[in-house]
């Protein structure tokens, strides 16, 4: 067993306290491995996208989180406390959405959170029935409360999912997937409701196979790949982990591949990018400091290429993601 | 079985608190204490098991055995009873079965019998005296008091008969002594018995029978609970319940008494398969004067009984043949401590002794 | 399911009523006493519920309390609110038992209030062959009927252990019918007389014993010792595997 990390470094509220902290964290069925080994670190106050296709892990990570299931090895760390040995501490300052809204079928919306709420021993009963109302206001189900969640639509369901995370005020908000089954409304209230969670200190932890949805609301992501914690930091130190880019708007595309070949660059043409009048998009990583962007454009010129808009970009996160995550439909396993 | 596990659990504190040896006896004077216990009064549980080594019927779990499958299963099965007595006019005995109960309540001149799962009640009024003996023949209810037992086998106390001590031990939470009888010939069936008596009343607590070469008890009657208290006066008072089925029973003038016959009287009875209800007419008599005699006196006595004594409906009865086996000669019942043999000529043969015995006996006349 | 409890001695009662005169020693215990006695309605009901449709409905209860939540994802929202492993287990145990007490009670008061309905009602007859007044008769009905539930105690912890091995509630609920069954079966095996004092079920029809003349303790606290330990066996079963168990669910 690796030392807790509860005891080190989580004393005070200083910036470099952490909301979440694994280390060497495993877990295996079987033969399977499902977690195999990392150290997350996600800041107090940071919303932080947990990115990862299909399999890679993300679930099964939370689970351990929360205390659901115990990790073959490794530590964790939630709030500055062990888990799962302070699950009872922990847990009351957590709201949780875990792979998917689970209900009674035969109760209300209301009285299913009623139900939750009071299986925690300790949540006052006397400001349940107001702080039930609020959760529902919050996520715009107050109409449907009284109806039973069996005649609630999928959407429906995940909001009272989220509604039955935010029961009580909550420290760590752990929300897997939360968009998932949303219309784009409720997916825009999701992204607000994120937001103003992080307005008020919470830490969101947010799992995602949706880039985009992470690119919006984050400001800390890991990215998960068969199991393994390929990255994670800032979005900004991850898009600058990734190689810059030049990009090249010209309609003599072959003849700037040609070009750019020769200067010792690994140029596409760019299919995603119409070709218009004004030509189509070339573009290539740029390798480790291979002189400066503007000889490229000197080089183009001179070899007769008609540039219409160079730019040399910083990586993007869906370049980063594809290039950490591979970009095929297999599940990794 | 299962109830004296319960009381086992029950009894343990109890048994820690009270477990004082009683003083060391002689067998003969274990003998005298028996001899001078001077018991009317109590209240008890008596449990009887029995491993005979025959073949049990399964419980169908929804109601006791009925009709002629009783008595196989008194023989087979465990059973639980509940002794009440208060001098020697007031008597109950309740064999209790399951969802079931057959009630045998003496009181004064009155005698009552109930089984409550046909809900029928024979009422018998007993002359002042001289009934004692013959009693149990009407008894619906065949789990014997130890006391009886314990009787029957130190009268065969003589030449025939070891008798040692065993050590102390506790029976129904109450110290006992060990009287072990063995049968000094080889030729029966018995092992020997073991006669547990209250240390303190010299009251027979309990009978084991073991069978030659068998180490589980083939016969087993014991107090599992009892108390010397008189047991409550309205035990003893009984009402034929609305709605039953009242016989009365009318018993000869004079007690039929055999007084050539070796063995008393009273176990005369037994050998007509116990438990089933005698139909007035019986007790009556006629039975009773079918010649029965006793070869020999000790443990390998066997016993004849003259063709005609035992019905041939009896022994046609399912659950007789289905314990009965062909054998050369006719048919026989085996158990671990007693054989019955019927010949062919429908002459019936019995003793605590091993086929052979009996068919030799048969062959001999 | 507490409806169909009570609709069995609705159903005795009305057939009998239909039905011409019944011979004493054919069918359940008791059940020829109707006509003359409604209390005995609510005893033969309870003799005809005990080896099926009490095991039955229990073992769906017991089965269904940590599986049928597991089954439906919110066993993992209740862990996270969090309610504790070991409270759950006593909660979840606790709400059987109501059940078990709610389960013989209907059986108890629905029978007698049938019986009370369509038959004449009076001293009864016990089956030492005494006779005690309503009044007491209802009195030890209603002991009958806590006698039953403590018979199923012990059982309702093996299908909470039962309901703990499985994330399916039908599953849990057939092993846990099933083993009662097979309790039952192995009783009535002679062959294995050694075994019987050990099975859950084998004092469920000595709630007979207090319907005699006096009253024999002995058997309730027998059964309430075995049930006490399969309570103890299969409680602490059902802690050791839930307490470590990973919810995946
Ligand atoms: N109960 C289980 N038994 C065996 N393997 C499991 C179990 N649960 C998950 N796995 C395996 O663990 C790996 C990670 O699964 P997990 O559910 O954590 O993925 P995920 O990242 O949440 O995927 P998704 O985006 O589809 O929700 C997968 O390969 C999966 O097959
Ligand atoms: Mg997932």
């Not at chain 2, 109590?42 to 025959?54: K, N, V």
């Not at chain 2, 004849?304 to 009965?324: I, K």
Request: glycine share 10%; net charge neutral.
């Amino acid at each position: 067993m690796s030392p807790s990390p509860g005891d080190t470094g989580t004393t005070g509220p200083g910036p470099a306290a952490l909301a979440v902290e694994t280390h060497g964290l495993v877990k295996r069925f079987g033969h399977q491995l499902a977690v195999g080994g990392i150290d997350l670190a996600v800041p107090q106050g940071s919303v932080f996208g947990f990115l990862g296709p299909n399999g890679s892990g993300k679930t099964t990570t939370i689970r351990m989180l929360l205390a659901l299931a115990a990790p073959t090895h490794g530590a964790v760390a939630v709030l500055g406390q062990d888990m799962p040995r302070s699950f009872r501490t922990v847990l009351p300052r957590v709201g949780a959405l875990v792979e998917g809204p689970a209900f009674y079928p035969f109760l209300s919306g209301r009285a299913n959170l009623h139900r939750l709420d009071a299986a925690d021993a300790n949540s006052p009963a006397g400001t349940r029935a107001a702080r039930v109302d609020a959760a529902l206001d919050r996520v715009g189900l107050t109409h449907a409360a009284g109806k039973k969640v069996r005649a609630y639509s999928l959407g429906m369901k995940q909001r009272l999912g989220i509604a039955n995370a935010l029961l009580a005020p909550r420290e760590l908000m752990v929300l897997d997937e939360p968009t998932n089954g949303l219309d784009p409304q409720g997916t825009r209230e999701v992204r607000s409701l994120v937001r103003s969670l992080a307005t008020e200190g919470t830490t969101v932890f947010v799992s995602s196979h949706l880039l985009a949805e992470v690119e919006q609301i984050c400001t800390h992501a890991g990215i998960m790949r068969a199991g393994l914690l390929v990255a994670q930091g800032t979005l900004a130190e991850l898009r600058r982990d990734g190689r810059e880019q030049v990009r090249v708007l010209t309609p003599d595309m072959a003849r700037a591949c040609g070009v750019l070949a020769r200067l010792g660059l690994v140029p596409e043409i760019a299919v995603s990018v119409p070709t218009d009048d004004d030509g189509g998009l070339v573009r290539a990583p740029v390798p480790e400091r291979r002189g400066e962007p503007a000889d490229i454009v000197a080089a183009l010129v001179a070899d007769g290429v008609r540039v219409r808009g160079f730019a040399v970009e910083a990586g993007s996160l869906e370049d980063r993601f594809v290039e950490l995550t591979g970009e095929g439909f297999e599940v990794v396993e | 079985m299962p109830a004296v596990i319960g009381l086992g659990v029950w009894a343990g504190p109890l048994q820690a608190t009270v477990a004082a040896k009683a003083p060391d006896r002689t067998p003969e004077q274990v003998l005298a204490l028996v001899a001078q216990s001077r018991v009317d009064a109590l209240s008890g549980t008596i449990e009887q098991t029995s491993d005979l080594g025959l073949p049990q019927l399964p419980k169908t779990g929804l109601g006791a055995t009925a009709g002629a499958a009783s008595w196989v299963d008194m023989l087979t099965a465990p059973h639980t009873a509940r002794v009440y007595l208060d001098g020697p006019t007031r008597m109950r005995v309740q064999v209790l079965d399951q969802l079931a109960e057959r009630d045998l309540v003496r009181s004064g001149p009155d005698l009552w019998t109930y089984n409550s799962s046909d809900n029928t009640v024979t009422h018998v009024t007993m002359p002042a005296r001289g009934f004692k003996k013959t009693l149990p023949s009407a008894l619906p209810a065949r789990v014997e008091s130890p006391d009886q037992l314990a009787r029957q086998f130190l009268s065969a106390v003589g030449p025939t008969t070891r008798v040692s001590e065993g050590p102390q031990s506790r029976m129904a939470g109450r110290a006992a002594y060990h009287l072990i009888l063995s049968p000094r010939t080889t030729d029966t069936l018995i092992g020997s018995v073991d006669i547990a008596v209250d240390a303190a009343t010299g009251l027979p607590l309990g009978v084991t029978v073991l069978a030659r070469g068998q180490e589980k008890p083939a016969l087993q009657v014991q107090f599992t609970q009892l108390s010397l208290a008189a047991p409550a006066a309205d035990v003893f008072r009984f009402v034929p319940p609305a709605g039953a089925h009242v016989q009365q029973l009318t018993l000869p003038q004079r007690p039929v008494a055999h007084p050539d016959a070796k063995l008393p009287n009273a176990r005369l009875p037994d050998a007509k398969l116990p438990g089933v209800r005698l139909p007035g007419h019986m007790i009556q008599g006629e039975t009773h004067r079918v010649p029965v005699t006793v070869a020999g006196t000790g443990w390998d006595a066997v016993i004849e009984a003259a063709a005609g004594t035992v019905s041939q409906q009896m022994l046609d009865n399912p659950a007789v043949a289905a314990m009965m086996h062909p054998v050369t000669g006719g048919r026989a019942l085996s158990t671990s401590v007693f054989t019955v043999f019927v010949a062919t000529d429908g002459r019936l043969f019995a003793g605590a002794v091993p086929l052979e015995r009996l068919q030799a006996a048969a062959a001999a006349r | 399911m507490l409806a169909a409890l009570a609709a069995i001695p609705v159903l005795i009662a009305v057939v009998v009523r239909l039905s011409a005169h019944v011979p004493p020693g054919r069918g359940p215990v008791f059940l020829d006493r109707i006509t003359q006695n409604g209390m005995f309605v609510a005893a033969t009901a309870m003799v005809v519920a005990i080896p099926l449709f009490l095991p039955l409905t229990v073992g769906v209860v017991a089965g269904d309390t940590v599986a049928g939540e597991a089954g439906m994802g919110t066993l993992r929202y209740l862990l996270v609110a969090p309610a504790g492993r070991i409270r759950l287990l006593v909660v979840k145990y606790l709400g059987a038992v109501v059940f078990c007490v709610a389960a013989t009670l209907v059986i108890v008061l629905a029978g007698s209030a049938i019986g009370a309905l369509l038959f004449p009602v009076g001293p009864v007859t016990l089956l030492s062959g005494d006779t005690v007044g309503a009044g007491q008769a209802e009195w030890r009905l209603v002991l009958v009927a806590a006698y039953v539930t403590v018979s199923l105690a012990g059982f309702a912890a093996v299908g909470l252990f039962i309901s703990t091995l499985t994330d399916a509630p039908v599953g849990a609920m057939a092993a846990t019918v099933v083993l009662a069954i097979a309790s039952q079966v192995l009783d009535s095996l002679p062959q294995l007389a050694w075994l019987h004092p050990w099975l859950f079920s084998h004092y469920w029809f000595d709630f007979a014993d207090l319907l005699r003349q006096p009253v024999t303790w002995d058997s309730f606290g027998a059964n309430a010792v075995l049930q006490a330990g399969y309570l103890a066996v299969f409680g602490a079963l059902a802690y050791g595997r839930f307490a470590s168990k990973d919810v995946l669910s």
